[in-house]
């Protein structure tokens, strides 16, 4: 069973050069940069700047209670991974892009939205992957502007993108199509991993290199899809799992093509389905 420690060590190993699984002090000089795009999972708080209906309640008590002492409009009581991410990384805790401050794009952006996902159509209101593409593009101008091309580009392709998105996709998918065929599901989920691949080279042609993913998480075992199956107890909804399972098939196929084919393209994936789902099914081994 992969551990979170796990995804700690690969995403920390892809900020240094060259890969390690250990910590290493940041060698002079050298610039640590994490991008974060996403859906809740790595929401810091930017749809509490949307409009109050997308925020979720995550803006009260207990949200925020073990760490920050308030709640940020992220959806823990705590940090999230791209936190603890940050913070092993020797980076700080990278605040939402949308917080009207004086970002230092240097250490990064997170442009994550509870609800987000890779299709525009899915939860609209939110930041969907596409939007969240166009404020990665603004960034760069802005670090062209600050730093000059040539150091921009140093910083780009020295910088972590790190995704967890397509949950919402196929949630949203599944509850509006719970009959859907098999034939039906495929082309879905090929359109989401279609538009997800085309992010992807868009940021590889701004000089991303880096890519970890957090990949679907066993979508049957939400507490909104187990309520609709009261007589499952304590078990979990097949079908939705389902089609996480086949997302995560096509993901990691294509994150494996693109590093055949896009010279420096490197990736990695925390498996994110099996390590929940574990704890779902077993969760004694867990117990503190």
Do not use: C, M
């Given at each position: 069973m992969v551990s979170l420690s796990y995804l700690f060590c690969v995403v920390v190993s892809l900020l240094d050069d060259p890969l390690s699984c250990h910590v290493q002090s940041k060698p002079e000089g050298e610039q640590k940069t994490l991008f974060v795009f996403g859906d809740s999972l790595f929401d810091p708080g930017n749809n509490k700047y949307l409009n109050a209906s997308v925020e979720g309640g995550s803006l009260s008590w207990p949200y925020g209670e073990t760490f920050f002492n308030q709640s940020t409009?992220?959806?823990?009581?705590?940090?999230?991974?791209?936190?603890?991410?940050?913070?092993?990384?020797?980076?700080?805790?990278?605040?939402?892009?949308?917080?009207?401050?004086?970002?230092?794009?240097?250490d990064g952006a997170n442009f994550a939205s509870a609800g987000g996902g890779v299709l525009v159509q899915t939860h609209p209101g939110t930041i969907n992957l596409p939007a969240q593409l166009s404020y990665f593009k603004a960034v760069v101008k802005s670090l062209k502007k600050k730093l000059g091309d040539v150091e921009a580009k140093k910083v780009l392709m020295r910088a972590v993108y790190f995704f967890s998105i397509g949950g919402n996709d196929y949630f949203s998918f599944y509850s509006e199509n719970p009959n859907a065929s098999q034939s039906y599901r495929r082309q879905y989920v090929g359109m989401v991993i279609g538009n997800l691949t085309g992010v992807l080279k868009e940021i590889y042609d701004?000089?991303?290199?880096?890519?970890?993913?957090?990949?679907a998480g066993p979508l049957g075992c939400l507490p909104a899809m187990k309520a609709r199956s009261p007589q499952l107890g304590s078990g979990c909804a097949e079908e939705p799992s389902a089609l996480a399972r086949l997302h995560n098939?096509?993901?990691?196929?294509?994150?494996?093509?693109?590093?055949?084919?896009?010279?420096?393209?490197?990736?990695?994936?925390?498996?994110?389905?099996?390590?929940?789902?574990?704890?779902?099914?077993?969760?004694?081994?867990?117990?503190?």
């Open positions: 409009g992220r959806l823990s009581d705590g940090r999230i991974v791209p936190d603890f991410v940050a913070q092993f990384s020797e980076l700080p805790i990278l605040p939402p892009y949308l917080q009207p401050i004086a970002h230092q794009f240097t701004l000089g991303g290199r880096k890519i970890a993913f957090q990949n098939r096509a993901l990691a196929n294509v994150l494996k093509k693109l590093e055949s084919k896009l010279p420096g393209f490197k990736y990695s994936i925390f498996d994110y389905y099996n390590a929940l789902g574990d704890r779902v099914n077993n969760p004694s081994k867990y117990e503190h």
